[in-house]
């Protein structure tokens, strides 16, 4: 009768001697500091700099581990462009004008690709400065700085997460590319066909971009587009740059081919903050286009006058 016994005891022991191996296991994977750097799951770590001036962002490098590091670690990056070549084949395979574009060392620096994860710090993680000067980089494009931890004085790599692609954003006080800043207009246009001039209300969302500290690019009139599918033809045809003045003037100038000039108005051309602190921009302008009316296809000018409108949390100023 003892035997029946032996079996369900032995057994209770094994599971017993599993378990506390896999908690040992647990405990080891739990407490092991592991080194890796900050990013998302495709390496990316967008970092915002404000055009008109040279910004620091930061490189994080991380020690992962539920228990402080005892000694000081030291962290080596290196420059790495086989991430952005993978990232470019995985994410857009041959349409290369879909790709992201290696950041031209002009515009940036990085005093050291070393730092240190000191263990008198509280911090697990430790920051390696990069300045950055955007001006004269395009909004259509992605710019990226690629690097990889070359070394570690101590500790495991994380071979998942050893690699970041800091991607430079472009923003100014009236846009930002962090995210689609729209304006809000509403205004007339009027069409200044040969039978006569046809005029009409209008509401548009539209689309901005930031082009310098104090510039901005946006379609003429009603004409709108979608970010990250709009041809570099439509811009051409279509963009204008808006410049707000010190003074709260604005100029306004072709951004490519359009044919676009001021129209001279007293309430209008000029640009304020409103007691909300909405961003208030009042134009008047007219443009070349080819328009059809009443099945009559011809090219004229187009007058507009717009108010546009737009709301802090659009650019997360």
């Known amino acids: 009768m003892k035997i029946r016994y032996i079996i369900p005891a032995v057994m209770a022991a094994a599971a017993m001697m599993t378990a506390c191996d896999e908690n040992d296991q647990f405990k080891g994977e739990l407490y092991e500091k592991v080194i890796y750097v900050l990013s998302d799951n495709d390496h990316l770590f967008a970092s915002v700099h404000q055009l008109g001036e040279t910004t620091t962002g930061y ?13 000081d670690v030291r962290v080596e990056l290196e420059p790495y462009t086989q ?3 993978d990232y470019n084949y995985i994410n857009f395979d041959l349409d290369e004008s879909r790709y992201a574009r290696l950041l031209d060392p002009s515009h940036y620096s990085i005093e050291s690709y070393s ?13 390696i400065p990069v300045k950055v000067n955007p001006d004269g980089l395009s909004p259509d494009s992605t710019y990226i700085i690629p690097m990889r931890i070359k070394s ?9 997460k050893d690699k970041v692609m800091y991607r430079v954003v472009l923003a100014n006080e009236f ?3 962090e995210r689609t800043t729209y304006y809000q207009m509403t205004g007339v246009e009027a069409l200044g066909l040969s039978s006569g001039e046809v005029a009409s209300g209008i509401s548009v969302t539209r689309v901005v971009a930031p082009l310098a500290k104090n510039k901005v690019r946006m379609f003429a009139g009603t004409h709108s587009y979608v970010p990250n599918s709009v041809s570099l033809d439509e811009i051409n045809r279509y963009a204008m740059t808006v410049t707000f003045n010190d003074d709260h003037t604005i100029d306004i100038e072709p951004y490519g081919d ?11 051309n000029y640009w304020e903050y409103n007691e909300k602190g909405w961003l208030m921009l009042y134009m008047s302008y007219r443009f070349k286009d080819t328009v059809t009316y009443n099945g009559n296809t ?12 737009l709301k802090p949390e659009q650019t997360g100023n």
């Open 59 to 71: 490189v994080t490098v991380y020690c992962g581990g539920t228990e402080h590091i005892t000694e």
């Open 298 to 309: 011809e090219t004229c000018w187009v007058t507009m006058t717009e108010t546009n409108t």
């Open 83 to 85: 991430a952005l070549d």
């Open 152 to 160: 570690v004085s101590d500790h495991r790599v994380n071979p998942d």
């Open 115 to 127: 730092t240190v994860l000191s263990a008198s710090s509280p911090d697990y993680y430790s920051l």
């Open 175 to 177: 846009a930002t590319m």
């Open 258 to 268: 359009i044919e676009v000039e001021i129209v001279d108005n007293e309430e209008s």
